[in-house]
């Protein structure tokens, strides 16, 4: 079956270092996106790509990047952690139209001390 | 910009009560609907969407209709379970053109023996 991996699911990091977080599906989807969810705000876009080498900002881009090398990869980059960035972080996958449904990765709990 | 506006909660009801989380969205067009539901630990899944005014998405026994006239799109479900217990995301991605899709805060659902 098609899924979307997410990896690692955790991971404590200190303030600085950069961290890069993956996510892989195997859906064969050119729309890819990373979000962020915290309390109080819900899912925040962060990056997303419509296809092989196309990526764009989303709203809270600052300190994130992202590239698409293929199409089954979106890696994210925290360039250097901060404590605000402790955050859990989910992938998506999608295809085509847009009343077509996003498909969620499992998460990955991010911890920056 | 396009905006999804739904009460955080958490909202508790008791086994077999009637369930409505309302959901109210702004955007141009005409935009396509969607309640995704979030099980602790997991990421989101669709629940259900519509795609026009006046449809009626469902599944599961829940169940919302595009309302464009009231620029609503509320969730209910009549009798709710011990297992409905979960996060609901309303959510919306604008017509035409590529898909991102705007979330709603969340609605925190905990259903009581």
């Known amino acids: 079956d098609a899924e979307i991996t997410q990896s690692p699911r955790h991971k404590i990091t200190e303030t600085g270092r950069q961290v890069t977080l993956a996510c892989h599906q195997t859906?064969?989807?050119?729309?890819m996106f990373w979000y962020r969810q915290d309390l109080g705000h819900g899912l925040r876009l962060i990056h997303y790509?419509?296809?092989?080498?196309?990526?764009n900002k989303g709203e809270v881009s600052d300190g994130y990047s992202v590239s698409r090398s293929n199409t089954e990869d979106l890696p994210l980059t925290l360039e250097s952690a901060a404590s605000s960035q402790t955050s859990v972080y989910f992938c998506?996958?999608?295809?085509?139209?847009?009343?077509?449904?996003?498909?969620f990765g499992p998460g990955t709990r991010l911890t920056v001390l | 910009g396009n905006s999804v506006t739904q009460m955080e909660g958490p909202v508790t009801l008791s086994e077999e009560a009637f369930l409505t989380i309302n959901c109210t969205y702004t955007?141009?067009?005409?935009?396509?609907l969607f309640w995704y539901v979030q099980y602790p630990g997991e990421g989101l899944q669709l629940l259900l969407k519509?795609?026009?005014?006046?449809d009626k998405g469902s599944n599961k026994g829940f169940e919302a209709t595009y309302r464009k006239e009231t620029t609503s799109f509320h969730l209910e479900k009549g009798s709710v379970q011990v297992s409905d217990s979960a996060v609901y995301f309303c959510?919306?991605?604008?017509?035409?053109?590529?898909?991102?899709?705007?979330f709603g805060i969340g609605t925190k659902l905990q259903v009581i023996p």
């Open positions: 998506a996958s999608s295809e085509g139209a847009n009343f077509n449904e996003q498909f």
């Open positions: 959510a919306l991605t604008p017509s035409g053109g590529y898909q991102k899709v705007t």
């Open positions: 859906w064969n989807h050119n729309n």
């Open positions: 790509s419509y296809g092989v080498q196309d990526t």
């Open positions: 519509a795609t026009k005014a006046d």
């Open positions: 955007a141009t067009g005409y935009p396509s």
